[in-house]
């Protein structure tokens, strides 16, 4: 069964770049079938999609994020990584990773999640 | 970018139906997915494209799309759907999403 879980610090600084990795078990990064990627939810605020990757290294940002945002993938070790640099207090969020399928009608979505991994910028 | 319209809240006696809704240019070309997300827990995908329900998914969560407006339909609400709901879709761009604004179920 496929399980993500998203590891990193829970508090950072403000102007400082957060880390978070997404460790997959139950299925493999390098699968040509799938797509894996980042949602955050600000507290008292809705979901929103950050990025995702390709097991070949392909990314999509976020448009609002995309200077910011980066997100790479590690066959080797079986994971994939957010880095969110010159962080403010609004990227105070739980932070998601999920694996993503494509279906004709819907394009690609998120079909499996971590738990959540909560980040304070102080 | 294009964006998901969701109404902020609805309530639905139980046992009775509703339809959660979401509206936004990119649906006129595709289906949303939609996700059940109680506090604390991750989001669950509950229906997407034209007609699929992920395994284990109750079959009273349905969905539709007419023009631009998709439509998310609980028949029988029970107090467990009680969540926020959320469509997701491409942003216009391959490989881009969007999420709507999220629905609040109540159920009474």
């Known amino acids: 069964q496929l399980q993500l879980r998203e590891s990193g610090p829970g508090l950072v600084k403000a102007s400082e770049t957060l880390s978070l990795t997404c460790i997959v078990s139950?299925?493999?990064?390098?699968?040509?079938?799938?797509?894996w990627g980042w949602v955050r939810q600000p507290p008292g605020k809705g979901l929103e999609w950050l990025g995702t990757?390709?097991?070949?290294?392909?990314?999509y940002y976020n448009l609002s994020l995309r200077s910011r945002v980066s997100i790479s993938v590690d066959t080797s070790k079986n994971q994939f990584s957010l880095k969110l640099t010159s962080l403010t207090a609004t990227d105070t969020a739980v932070y998601y990773c999920?694996?993503?399928?494509?279906?004709?009608?819907?394009?690609?979505?998120?079909?499996?999640w971590g738990q959540g991994s909560t980040v304070t910028v102080s | 970018s294009s964006e998901l319209t969701q109404d902020p809240a609805v309530s639905v006696a139980l046992g009775q139906t509703v339809r959660i809704t979401c509206q936004g240019d990119?649906?006129?070309?595709?289906?949303p997915g939609w996700y059940q997300h109680k506090t604390g827990g991750a989001p669950l995908l509950v229906f997407y494209?034209?007609?699929k329900r992920p395994s284990g998914i109750p079959d009273r969560f349905s969905g539709s799309k007419s023009g631009d407006t998709a439509s998310l339909t609980i028949t029988g609400a029970q107090t467990d759907d009680e969540a926020d709901y959320y469509c997701?879709?491409?942003?216009?761009?391959?490989?881009?999403?969007?999420f709507g604004g999220g629905t609040k179920l109540t159920v009474l």
């Open positions: 999920a694996r993503l399928i494509t279906d004709f009608w819907s394009g690609s979505l998120m079909d499996v």
């Open positions: 139950g299925g493999s990064v390098g699968s040509s079938s799938y797509f």
């Open positions: 990757i390709y097991y070949s290294g392909s990314t």
């Open positions: 990119s649906l006129g070309s595709y289906y």
């Open positions: 494209g034209k007609n």
């Open positions: 997701v879709s491409r942003d216009g761009t391959a490989n881009h999403l969007v």
